[in-house]
T-cell receptor, first 115, second 113 residues
Framework: AQSVTQPDIHITVSEGASLELRCNYS??????LFWYVQSPGQGLQLLLK??????LVQGIKGFEAEFKRSQSSFNLRKPSVHWSDAAEYFC?????????????FGTGTRLQVTL | GAGVSQSPSNKVTEKGKDVELRCDPI?????LYWYRQSLGQGLEFLIY????????KSGLPSDRFSAERTGGSVSTLTIQRTQQEDSAVYLC???????????FGSGTRLTVV
């Protein structure tokens, strides 16, 4: 079964610093990969997704992620963090079956931004 | 509608009571999902519906939990004889299917006292 690991439960960065949130997945074939953000009291907002093709994907709010098959990773990055980026970030995977299939989420990484 | 709508946004109930949580998916989305997010936990899959196919109920934690989707649109998640451990945020999502384009609602925060 597919699984997703986010090894960092909590990360603190200074505003303006760069950010990388780690995500590792476990699945034999190429999965669909997603990053979601959840602000306090809000639902989940899709930041970006990878299905195929270019392994570097651009998302909203200045985020990007790189799919590395050899490392089974899909790390999220942002060159300069803003205070408004403080939130919880979830990596997720869907089996590439062409039919509706459930998202499997990591346990999330809570990002704190210091001014 | 423009997005996935969930109601109520907050629900406080007494232990042992039944509750119903509602989800209105995006019009035309054939797939609908329920997830649960407990304090300090990740997102736990509960159930999904795809068109007229039998739902995947593999994530429902006990037989107190059930869900239905009427007319391929609105879904109701029912929790019978609520327990304190049922306290969580229940999130609904819909998509066109094919593992793409999930849109989440804002969730229902359930508190069992």
């Amino acid at each position: 079964a597919q699984s997703v690991t986010q090894p960092d439960i909590h990360i603190t960065v200074s505003e303006g610093a760069s950010l990388e949130l780690r995500c590792n997945y476990s699945y034999g074939a190429t999965p669909y990969l997603f990053w979601y953000v959840q602000s306090p009291g809000q639902g989940l907002q899709l930041l970006l997704k990878y299905f195929s093709g270019d392994t570097l994907v651009q998302g909203i709010k200045g985020f990007e992620a790189e799919f590395k098959r050899s490392q089974s990773s899909f790390n999220l990055r942002k060159p300069s963090v803003h205070w408004s980026d403080a939130a919880e970030y979830f990596c997720a995977v869907v089996r590439n079956t062409g039919t509706a299939s459930k998202l499997t989420f990591g346990t999330g990484t809570r990002l704190q931004v210091t001014l | 509608g423009a997005g996935v709508s969930q109601s109520p946004s907050n629900k406080v109930t007494e232990k042992g009571k039944d509750v119903e949580l509602r989800c209105d998916p995006i019009s035309g989305h054939t797939a609908l999902y329920w997830y649960r997010q407990s304090l300090g936990q990740g997102l736990e899959f509960l159930i999904y519906f795809q068109g007229n196919s039998a739902p995947d109920k593999s994530g429902l934690p006990s037989d107190r939990f059930s869900a239905e989707r009427t007319g391929g649109s609105v879904s109701t998640l029912t929790i019978q004889r609520t327990q304190q451990e049922d306290s969580a945020v229940y999130l609904c999502a819909s998509s066109l299917g094919g593992g793409v384009g999930y849109t989440f609602g804002s969730g229902t925060r359930l508190t069992v006292v």
